[in-house]
């Protein structure tokens, strides 16, 4: 149950991979997409029954580099390095880790930046709106690719926890554990209306060009940036915000009476939205945030979640963090109480930390020695085959 | 509510050392081996204040019982992760909702409700999860108490270790106002037990159980709940899906 110190170990330099798949996908909103591409990343090794794999599913604005470094940038370190590499939570010296980038990203699978082949040109706003559903559906068939029939556990936080509910529920028998943290069942109407702002701001920025903005040679930049700062403010907890930043003036004692930034806040803010700005792509935003929008499994069993998880076989760990208020402990509540119902075997933990909606990606000592605790056991019954 | 100790306290030093889960289910506390003994065969049990999940392994492990134990430590709920036992983390005081989409056998609460603040809406709501509620409660009024009491002091011993000023037990009842409280919530008793603890073991207490008991155990149901004895014969109609 010892927590490795998260800076001491790591997986060291990976070279991302590239899955080609020549047979367009069929989306839920009746599209295709095709051909495609899936970047990913993999650490530990594929055990001989190829029962020891980990799908790491990300969440808004990450990828397929979860652990390690890049080999051309030592500095650039995966998302979730503290949680995965050798003598971390998920040790990558027992299991066969993936990280996987969702199709309709931009970074290094098919997305709205990269070339339409039907007009040579970037997709653009042409590019489908994709859905968990069809994430899901796409990391499936890269799972058939890497010879994995079925996961010993599907993992992720935010919308990387929507991904895993929604692998117990598509291909119950290619998961034997979900591992959802800090997500939801549904996003709330305030989580809509958040999205919403973030998306105007987009589609508003003059340089948008109704998504064909690549011809004109600029970004959205502004848009994106805005779209960056309001959900980061949902990220973190008052509290953390209060502590971190208070009322803290920029550079001066005094009040300047103007609007250029005054407040540490803002300054902080202002540099989240133009560093994302500067390397995400705004098509992509739009389009996961709208599939975050979608996803709502209990939706086609009349509100029922107990029922739109009754196909899961999977064992659940849920945890939540209780000043999470972009995705709180009730919704977590909400899939436990269903997963009972359902008499699933499940594991959740409330976590009293106070960075918000972030402390999915923090080592919190007790957050992490749970998932270390869950993936000892799930590493103990590898090869057992009485599901 | 501390659930660590139960809120009572470790019951005469029995802390088993923390087990694995590819361990043998560790022999149980005596006073959980009682409650253990009033679970029918196959039963869907909740357990709320399950600790380190001890009672739920035990069960699983030689009734062929299922469920879920609710905890509120985290280091327990590490415990009954490593015991194979499925745990939520909750706050039984701030309500049982999380549990009321489902239906249970048995609810079981282990010397947990006098170290709560809502004790009777506590009982009221788990009698409606389960068609039957096991109960047991540190009994106030054993003699021992009393002397403490006439020496001018609140008792504190190895059952009752803490001090007035920071105990987890909120609720001193005995025997006599447990009944009373479970009469007046209109509950029916199928069954109790007075008993004694010494030197790790529990031992039934036949005459003065409100003077000579340290513990009583309560099974009962809500009046008009459609369960029986024979109601309760069930077997795993709920099949519980085991860990891979």
């Known amino acids: ?387 | 509510m501390t659930s660590e100790t139960r809120g009572m306290g470790p019951a005469d030093g029995q802390t088993a050392p923390e087990r694995d889960a590819d361990l043998p289910v560790p022999g149980l506390r005596s006073d959980l081996a009682k409650i253990a003994d009033w679970v029918p065969k196959g039963a869907r049990v909740l357990d709320l204040g399950c600790g380190d999940g001890s009672l739920l392994a035990w069960l699983a492990e030689n009734k062929g019982c299922h469920g879920y134990g609710a905890e509120i430590a985290h280091d327990n709920l590490v415990t009954c992760l490593s015991r194979g036992v499925s745990v939520v983390q909750a706050n039984i005081d701030e309500g049982l909702e999380i549990f009321s989409g489902s239906r249970f056998d048995i609810v079981i609460l282990s010397q947990a409700l006098q170290a709560t603040h809502q004790t009777e809406r506590i009982l009221t709501e788990i009698a409606q999860l389960a068609r039957e509620v096991i109960v047991s409660i540190p009994n106030f009024g054993h003699w021992s108490h009393l002397i403490s009491l006439a020496r001018g002091h609140m008792p504190v011993n190895r059952r009752l270790p803490y001090q007035w000023y920071d105990t987890p037990n909120l609720h001193f009842a005995t025997t006599q106002d447990f009944e009373q409280l479970l009469a007046r919530l209109q509950m029916t008793v199928l069954q109790k037990a007075y008993l004694r603890e010494s030197t790790g073991q529990v031992h039934p207490v036949r005459w003065w159980p409100t003077l000579r008991s340290t513990l009583a155990l309560y099974r009962f149901k809500a009046s008009g709940s459609v369960s029986s004895e024979k109601a309760l014969g069930v077997s795993s109609h709920h099949p519980h899906r085991r860990i891979t």
């Not at chain 1, 008052?238 to 502590?243: F, G, K, L, R, S």
Request: include cysteine; charged fraction near 20%.
């Open chain 1, 1 to 387: 149950m010892a927590v490795v110190n998260p800076s001491t170990l790591s997986v060291g330099s990976v070279l991302a991979q590239e899955a080609e798949f020549s047979s367009p996908l069929r989306l839920v909103s009746g599209q295709e997409i095709g051909p495609y591409r899936l970047a990913y990343e993999t650490y530990g090794r594929l055990n001989a029954r190829a029962d020891n794999a980990v799908l790491i599913c990300h969440a808004l604005n990450a990828s397929h580099h979860v652990a390690g470094s890049r080999p051309d940038n030592p500095d650039d370190i995966g998302w979730w390095d503290n949680m995965i590499g050798p003598g971390k939570p998920v040790d990558t010296r027992q299991f066969f880790v993936i990280g996987v980038n969702n199709l309709g990203s931009c970074f290094g699978s098919t997305g709205p930046a990269s070339l339409n082949p039907a007009t040579g040109q970037p997709y653009g706003s042409d590019f489908p709106v994709v859905t968990v559903e069809d994430w899901v559906h796409a990391q499936a068939l890269l799972a058939d690719r890497l010879g994995i029939h079925r996961f010993a556990a599907v993992m992720g936080g935010s919308l990387g926890g929507m991904q895993a509910m929604q692998w117990a529920i598509s291909y119950p028998s290619r998961v034997a554990h979900a591992v959802v943290i800090a997500s939801t069942p549904r996003l709330s109407a305030q989580n809509i209306a958040f999205n919403e702002v973030a998306r105007r701001a987009i589609l508003n920025d003059p340089d948008f060009h109704g998504g064909h903005y690549y011809a004109h040679g600029v970004v959205p930049r502004h848009g994106l940036s805005v779209a960056r700062m309001i959900g980061h403010i949902t990220y973190l907890s008052d509290d953390d915000m209060a502590q971190k930043f208070g009322r803290s003036l920029r550079g001066a004692n005094d009040y300047r009476f103007g609007f250029d930034v005054e407040f540490e806040i803002e300054s902080y803010l202002r540099h989240q939205g133009e560093k994302f700005s500067g390397y995400f792509d705004a098509n992509t935003y739009l389009r996961i945030t709208r599939a975050l929008d979608y996803f709502d499994p209990a939706r086609s069993h009349g509100g029922d979640l107990a029922k739109a998880l009754a196909p899961a076989t999977a064992a659940f760990c849920l945890v939540s963090f209780t000043t999470d208020w972009r995705f709180p402990p009730e919704r977590s509540r909400e899939m436990v109480s269903a997963l009972m119902q359902n008499n699933a075997r499940l594991t959740y933990a409330e976590i009293d930390a106070p960075h918000g909606h972030d402390a999915f990606l923090m080592s919190d000592p007790r957050y992490h020695a749970l998932i270390s605790e869950y993936f000892r056991q799930v590493h103990r019954t590898l090869g057992r085959t009485d599901d």
